[in-house]
């Protein structure tokens, strides 16, 4: 927005931050917030408090670099309030879970490491943030933060005191911090319709088991060698050898095998041709096919194993059933994309393909908070400097998304307000 526009909604954006920063103790807190803001949104290229500053005619550097890394505010119930707002406006057809890194030189910012990183396609040294989004079709928002503290840090006395990391914060695998966020949600009384995420987190067994144990339905992208039985596979018993001893335990007698070997035996003949949404050079299509499907391995048998025990000393050996999903577009040699979900077995397949390809207006989150917000431009080092700019980031990014579904007020020439001219019979 240039300085003209911001100006013209700065009576919204006065409103807005009153009720999204009402939490903050202070008037002058929340003062700052405004001014804030108001940089991020302002046209610039970079967004360090420095340059913001410089171009806001109430920027004061000084206050502003006060009031993100040293002041104390609390930013978990602007962060709620961002979420209260934005779930009806957006009305998601899915959560998505994914992560975004920030290119990072030396080594005292807050969980920087050597770690693959996504903007540059390569290992390098980088934070990573795990988010959660509401996303529909035609608008999103990120709901929730959570900075990716790696190993390296949780025995670095002098790095965690400088930075100021709290003494609770330690290592979580990325998965884990994704159900966290969502239990925190779940604590304000939010769930999601559906969870979506990319083969990174949907290929791992345990978010899966931790979203069935939460009851939260999900359609998650999985790499090709990811093994599953067929739906109609059936584990078999041995027979007992001798009057003693446990009896044997069913199980699959035949190996599983990988999506990708399931998908080549159904042939193309089983693929449909499928729109899922409207792009920019017309409609996205693709051809899909959806199979039931037995996920198996270690990671997703012993959880059951151990739970039938617990409850009755008995497993039958049956895995639970989900959907395969497959994409596999005209002219491809082999298919190229695999999901696994575990929405209801009468899901039509147009449903499946919907969501699975919701993810899209999530890159579009990340490009309008890196490149058009300064999601990346924070140049602070400390924990709380972080989340107080990733929350205040996502407070400007919850605004423009607010304006941008606002009913358009009619314009002057517009035929709702133009004077009506006679007609030549009166």
Known sequence: MDAHEVNRVRAKSALYVADVFASLPRKDQRSKGDCYLRGLML?????????????????????????????????????????????PLINPAAWVIDDVSVPKDGRMSVAVAPQYCGALGKRANCQVAVSVHAASDTSSCPLQWRLFLPKEWAADTERRTI?????????????????????????????????????????????????????????????????????????????RKGPIGCWPQP??????????????????????????????????????????????????????????????????????????LIEWPEGAETPTEYWLSSLPADTPIADLVRLAKVR???????????????????????????????????????????????????????PSTRPSTPSRAS
């Open 43 to 87: 046209d610039g290229r970079r967004k360090s408090i420095q340059a913001m500053a410089a171009r806001l005619p109430d920027g004061n550097e000084q206050n502003l670099q006060q009031f993100v890394n040293q002041s104390t505010w609390d930013p978990v119930p602007v962060q709620r309030r961002i979420a209260e707002r934005m779930l």
């Open 163 to 239: 930075t100021r990391v709290p003494p609770e914060a330690w290592h979580r695998e990325k998965w884990r911090l994704a159900l966290d966020m969502l239990d925190t949600l779940a604590d304000w009384g939010m769930r999601p319709p559906v969870v979506v995420a990319d083969a990174a987190y949907g290929t791992n067994a345990h978010l899966r088991a931790g979203l069935a144990q939460r009851g939260i339905d999900y359609v998650l992208a999985i790499r090709a060698d990811v093994s599953a039985h067929p739906f109609d596979a059936k584990p078999i018993a041995p027979d």
């Open 251 to 324: 199980r699959y007698r035949r190996p599983a095998l990988s999506v990708a070997a399931l998908a080549a035996g159904l042939g193309q003949e089983a693929f449909t041709s499928l729109t899922w949404r409207q792009g920019l050079r017309g409609a996205l299509r693709s051809r899909f096919a959806a199979v039931r499907v037995r996920p198996a391995g270690k990671a997703v048998e012993r959880p059951i194993r151990a739970a039938a025990s617990a409850e009755q000393g008995w497993w039958d050996g049956v895995l639970p059933d989900c959907w395969l």
């Open 360 to 414: 899209w207006r999530i890159e579009h989150d990340y490009r309008e908070l890196k490149h058009g917000l300064g999601l990346d431009h924070f140049e602070g080092r400390s924990w709380p400097g972080w989340h107080h700019h990733v929350t205040l980031v996502t407070a400007a990014h919850a605004f423009l998304t607010e304006q941008r579904l606002a009913p358009k007020a009619p314009t002057p020439d517009s």
